[in-house]
């Protein structure tokens, strides 16, 4: 590794993940953000998983803490990064991976319970972690947001409560990034493609009941670049980039990261 986060202090919130034979974007995020040189405060809803994080950092000699968090409260969100202050003193990168989409469906067979539970998390929830931290980056006059979206929010998608809900974390990343721009802090976005992680491949599985022969294929077909598939570690290697100073000109942009999939849309 080469130190490319050394000495800045990282909030990964969905820092462990679903349960699945691959790894899931926050958790290679967090692994990775640890691995050069950041310390970590790993935040999910489940601390188990987030503790499961947390020992494959130390295994590796990283440093992090596993914090329990439900996103869809305000004083969760405030606790969170009260806990990162007390730690570690300073919020240099918030990276909000957090997404479901439990019970979503098409305008007939979504009810509005599923389509607000959605919403509480998927959006409410990343906009009250930035609300949370952001004031302490503007004070420090430095830091990075990182809001992980997805390409359902430009593409077809059959999910409607997913895709309204990730459209709208890309313009919730704009809003936010041109005011933050002027006390130092940078706010941009990561769509993700097709990738292997247990919400995709074991959830997916589950609900459209084929194998996972099958699904892989069928996402890999949809992928313009060769090899199919990205995994975890694509999306990470792009949040360590924006999250880095190597990015310190780069605000307010929406990132694909999709093996050139919402390239097909232009």
């Known amino acids: 590794m080469t130190d490319r986060l050394k000495g800045k202090v990282a909030i990964v ?38 503790e499961e994080t947390q020992a ?8 992090s803490f596993a914090f329990a968090v439900d996103i869809t409260k305000p004083e969760d969100c405030e606790a969170m990064a009260a806990a990162c202050l007390k ?22 067979k979504l009810t509005a319970e599923a389509f607000d539970h959605i919403y509480q998390v998927n959006l409410r929830g990343m906009f009250l972690c930035c609300k ?12 990075s947001i990182i809001n992980i979206s997805s390409g359902a929010a430009v ?51 589950k609900k459209a009941k084929i194998s996972k022969e099958e699904l892989n294929a069928k996402r890999d077909s949809v992928v313009p670049l060769k090899g199919g598939q990205g995994t975890a570690w694509d ?17 307010a942009v929406v990132l694909p990261v999709d093996g050139g999939q919402t390239a097909r849309i232009g």
């Open 56 to 63: 494959m950092i130390a295994k590796e000699g990283g440093e």
């Open 132 to 143: 949370a931290v952001l004031p302490h980056m503007e004070a420090q006059g430095s830091g």
């Open 13 to 50: 919130v969905g820092a462990g993940q679903t349960p699945g034979d691959t790894i899931g974007n926050g958790r290679a995020t967090a692994i990775t953000f640890a691995r050069e040189g950041a310390k970590v405060l790993l935040a999910d809803y489940r601390l188990d998983s987030a």
């Open 235 to 251: 999306i990470a290697n792009a949040a360590l980039f924006l999250a880095s100073d190597e990015a310190k000109f780069i605000t």
């Open 87 to 108: 730690r570690y003193g300073r919020i240099d990168i918030l990276h909000n991976n957090v997404g479901i989409m439990d019970g979503d469906s098409n305008i007939h």
């Open 155 to 205: 593409m077809n998608h059959p999910l409607l409560a997913y895709k309204v809900t990730k459209a709208a974390v890309n313009s919730l990343t704009h809003t936010i990034a041109l005011p933050a721009a002027a006390k130092g802090v940078r706010v941009n976005c990561i769509m993700p493609g097709a990738v292997q992680t247990p919400m995709a491949i074991s959830g997916i599985m």
